[in-house]
């Protein structure tokens, strides 16, 4: 079964850093794009970027470069959004998402179920 | 501008057909796909652009494009059907992505 597994909730202070993790199963990892899109309480979906596996290219939306980095570790199908300093406005859920892409189609077929990030003091 | 706009929320009256629209410059080049989402649920894709349904999403569910504009259709609301729906698609640079703005559908 091809899968998207998250790292679970975390609560931390504003000033922390936090690396969460989604790791892929079920499918050739490298071989796809992995994204990150940020949903903050009762808002909508927002497109953070998305990383390569096999090559660790990155993409990252302007709205959030600088303010959060992503990494992978093949050798163990594992994708990672980082922060080094937190902030209250960092508290969202963040899914990971499969990019799939056939010929000039492109969409997320498959979604982790999520990681709650709470920052407060 | 590579936004995506959605009508807030629009209802339905079980059994009977409502239409989501998505407007956006990008969707002149490129075609929307559209997720589903429930309360505590992950997103769902539904319409992988155009109007590819991925298997186990029922047929009542289909999607159309008209210059900058796409429309997720959904004949024959059900009760189920009820949650937000995004579209999404790839923005002016076609190397990043964007979400639409989300509707609420409401099964009456």
């Known amino acids: 079964e091809e899968q998207l597994v998250q790292s679970g909730s975390e609560v931390k202070k504003p000033g922390d850093s936090l690396k969460i993790s989604c790791k892929g199963s079920?499918?050739?990892?490298?071989?796809?794009?992995i994204a990150w899109v940020r949903q903050m309480p009762g808002k909508g979906l927002e497109w953070m970027g998305i990383?390569?596996?096999?090559?660790?290219?990155?993409r990252y939306s302007q709205s959030f470069q600088g303010q959060v980095s992503f990494s992978v570790d093949k050798s163990i199908s594992t994708t990672y959004l980082q922060w080094s300093s937190l902030k209250v406005s960092d508290s969202a859920m963040y899914y990971c998402?499969?990019?799939?892409?056939?010929?000039?189609?492109?969409?997320?077929?498959?979604w982790g179920r999520g990681a709650l990030v709470t920052v407060s003091s | 501008s590579s936004e995506l706009t959605q009508d807030p929320a629009v209802s339905v009256a079980l059994g009977q057909t409502v239409r989501i629209t998505c407007q956006g410059d990008?969707?002149?080049?490129?075609?929307a796909t559209w997720y589903q989402q429930k309360p505590g649920q992950a997103p769902l894709l539904v319409i992988a652009?155009?109007?590819n349904r991925p298997s186990g999403i029922p047929d009542r569910f289909s999607g159309s494009n008209s210059e900058n504009t796409a429309y997720l259709t959904i004949a024959g609301a059900q009760a189920e059907d009820e949650a937000d729906y995004y579209c999404?698609?790839?923005?002016?640079?076609?190397?990043?992505?964007?979400f639409g703005t989300g509707t609420k559908v409401t099964v009456l």
């Open positions: 079920g499918y050739r990892y490298s071989s796809y794009w």
């Open positions: 990383i390569y596996p096999a090559d660790s290219d990155i």
């Open positions: 999404s698609s790839r923005d002016s640079s076609g190397n990043h992505y964007v």
């Open positions: 990008s969707l002149t080049t490129y075609y």
């Open positions: 652009e155009k109007n």
């Open positions: 998402a499969r990019l799939r892409i056939v010929g000039s189609t492109h969409y997320f077929d498959l």
